[in-house]
């Protein structure tokens, strides 16, 4: 195959991580980006979507001060930028005389100290964790941008998204389409596209078969970071339409790079499941405690698999120094607990204190015994324990201004396995999207060279250690069982029926399904967490507490 000749253009792909809201770091972020860009010789520079205000504002652009701010600091950059073209990601106003939302997700052509084009964002995705009909209002064109001879078409992150690579067609109009129909020699696309396992291949594929069908190159810039509960994974592509991926930047990093569209050659290096979700994670939990001020963390060190994996994202993420454990033995927990987890402390490099709960949840019993006089011990006492924990654990964060971690597994959130204002408690949750197995897959690709996760948290039966002789098992099914039925009923949304139909115990899936629906209270109460698969709890998940459906 001869192949096509490619415009003779170096474009510069600023990958960067921006804080929403935070329009003065957002530009000098971009300006940084920009200028490294020129270094590498760049002819031409794409940012992510809304590059200028981070991804997503959600009801802040509502603010009255949020968008004009917005416009202010993009007059600012464009007075900065020269005969090179920058194109940002920001919000404008929606201007037009008929009904419609008050803003636009915009992006911007800035050249010459000038906003040269305007570009409206035509898809507005409002499924899963988008929500941008909310806001926006799209674009009703699309047309090339005419610059230096070449015919760019300028799109916005869902807009480049076809309905092939959609379960079902969710709109009436396909800008790439409409761009190549005009006829363009280079498609750009900015975007904030959120992460979740398995996502960088299908974005691959799509911008494979996107620079395929229109004969053109695609620059892709995506976002990177993280901003609450969504990870941005970054993994910038550049898509020639004979030779598919010439280039995709690296995850999870904030970083620039400039390609030759007429010499881009290079293989695709893709990492392993586990290790792209420990990457994520350690990203959202390093993001989210630094941008929300925290420079240290906190949490609790039951000699567990889950509290074990969160203190050694916590420690990459933050320092070994900035991590505080603390292992609080009662009267159930056994004597290894303790050794697995100052071992793991030991090995890491972290702190961790030891304080009893024994006495405390005495204590808390004496003091209650006249109102249970005539009960037996029950989950009640179980949950003194865990709550008892929670209040050590705030305390420690409350004194010294640390980040509480929790350290619950998504098996566990998904059927209540948990105590609220107990082991619930806390700023973060790490792995709350993290099913238990991918719990154990991701500590033996840490493990992978040497041990850092003591091997006998990683092969004793995982238990809470509330009443004699407790194992998870005694409750739930087995680990691999619950987590291919929470796959199937949380994130593809399977009937009940549809799940036994598949050949899983009747009895067992509906209480699954029953545990699900009766804890979703507990789960509109926890900490936010990080989003690694399709379907997590919290912002991309709906659901009412006070139902009666069963299906």
């Keep these: 195959m001869i192949p096509l000749m490619q415009p003779d253009l170096r474009i510069g792909i600023a990958q960067i991580n921006g804080i929403v809201g935070d329009f003065p770091?957002?530009?000098?972020?971009?300006?940084?980006?920009?200028?490294?860009?020129?270094?590498?010789?760049?002819?031409?520079?794409?940012?992510?979507?809304?590059?200028?205000?981070?991804?997503?504002?959600?009801?802040?652009?509502?603010?009255?001060?949020?968008?004009?701010?917005?416009?202010?600091?993009?007059?600012?950059?464009?007075?900065?930028?020269?005969?090179?073209?920058?194109?940002?990601?920001?919000?404008?106003?929606?201007?037009?005389?008929?009904?419609?939302?008050?803003?636009?997700?915009?992006?911007?052509?800035?050249?010459?100290?000038?906003?040269?084009?305007?570009?409206?964002?035509?898809?507005?995705?409002?499924?899963?964790?988008f929500d941008e009909l909310r806001y926006f209002e799209p674009g009703e064109s699309c047309q090339p941008i005419v610059w230096n001879g070449l015919r760019i078409g300028v799109?916005?992150?869902?807009?480049?998204?076809?309905?092939?690579?959609?379960?079902?067609?969710?709109?009436?109009?396909?800008?790439?389409?409409?761009?190549?129909?005009?006829?363009?020699?280079?498609?750009?696309?900015?975007?904030?596209?959120?992460?979740?396992?398995?996502?960088?291949?299908?974005?691959?594929?799509?911008?494979?078969?996107?620079?395929?069908?229109?004969?053109?190159?695609?620059?892709?810039?995506?976002?990177?970071?993280?901003n609450d509960e969504l990870l941005f994974d970054g993994h910038s592509i550049v898509a020639l339409p004979d030779r598919g991926v010439v280039l995709q930047m690296n995850g999870f990093v904030e970083e620039t790079t400039t390609v030759d569209l007429r010499q881009a050659v290079g293989a695709v290096h893709e990492l392993g499941e586990a290790e792209q979700l420990y990457r994520a994670l350690v990203m959202g939990l390093r993001d989210y405690a630094h941008k929300c001020g925290f420079a240290s963390a906190c949490l609790g060190l039951s000699g567990g698999i889950d509290s074990a994996l969160t203190a050694v994202i916590a420690a990459e993420a933050l320092g070994v120094e900035n991590v505080h454990g603390l292992t609080m033995p009662g009267p159930f927990s056994s004597g290894g607990s303790v050794d697995d987890s100052f071992r793991l402390a030991k090995q890491l490099g972290i702190g961790c204190a030891e304080v009893p709960i024994t006495d405390a949840f005495a204590a808390v019993k004496d003091s209650l015994a006249p109102l249970f006089s005539g009960r037996k011990e029950d989950v009640t006492e179980e949950n003194m324990q865990a709550r008892i924990r929670g209040l050590f654990l705030m305390s420690l964060s409350n004194k010294f201004g640390h980040l509480l971690l929790t350290t619950g597994n998504k098996s566990e959130l998904a059927v209540g396995y948990c105590t609220i204002y107990g082991d619930m408690c806390g700023g973060l949750a790490v792995i709350s999207d993290l099913p238990k197995t991918m719990v154990y897959e991701v500590a033996r690709w840490i493990n992978r060279d040497r041990e850092i996760i003591p091997w006998n948290t990683m092969e004793k039966a995982p238990s809470a250690e509330l009443r004699p002789d407790q194992k998870d098992q005694d409750t739930l099914p087995p680990y691999d069982v619950l987590d291919a039925v929470l796959h199937l009923l949380v994130e593809r949304q399977l009937s009940t029926d549809e799940v036994i139909a598949a050949g899983y115990d009747e009895t067992m899936v509906r209480w699954v399904q029953r545990r699900i629906d009766l804890n979703e209270w507990k789960r509109q109460q926890s900490a936010p967490g990080l989003r690694v698969t399709s379907k997590a709890f919290g912002i991309g998940r709906r659901m009412p507490i006070v139902q009666r459906f069963q299906g």
């Design 155 to 226: 799109t916005i992150c869902e807009d480049i998204w076809n309905e092939e690579f959609l379960p079902r067609p969710l709109y009436d109009r396909d800008p790439v389409a409409e761009l190549d129909n005009s006829g363009i020699d280079l498609l750009l696309n900015l975007s904030a596209s959120p992460f979740h396992a398995g996502k960088p291949t299908i974005r691959r594929k799509l911008l494979e078969n996107v620079a395929a069908e229109i004969q053109a190159p695609v620059v892709y810039c995506n976002a990177v970071g993280g």
């Design 25 to 129: 770091g957002n530009v000098k972020k971009i300006l940084a980006a920009y200028r490294s860009c020129l270094d590498q010789g760049a002819d031409l520079v794409v940012t992510p979507e809304m590059s200028l205000v981070g991804y997503p504002p959600r009801d802040l652009v509502h603010k009255s001060q949020f968008v004009p701010k917005c416009l202010q600091a993009l007059d600012y950059l464009c007075g900065e930028i020269n005969k090179v073209p920058l194109l940002v990601g920001y919000i404008d106003h929606f201007s037009g005389s008929a009904p419609g939302r008050p803003f636009r997700n915009a992006a911007a052509w800035l050249e010459n100290q000038a906003i040269q084009h305007k570009i409206w964002k035509t898809l507005m995705p409002t499924y899963d964790v």
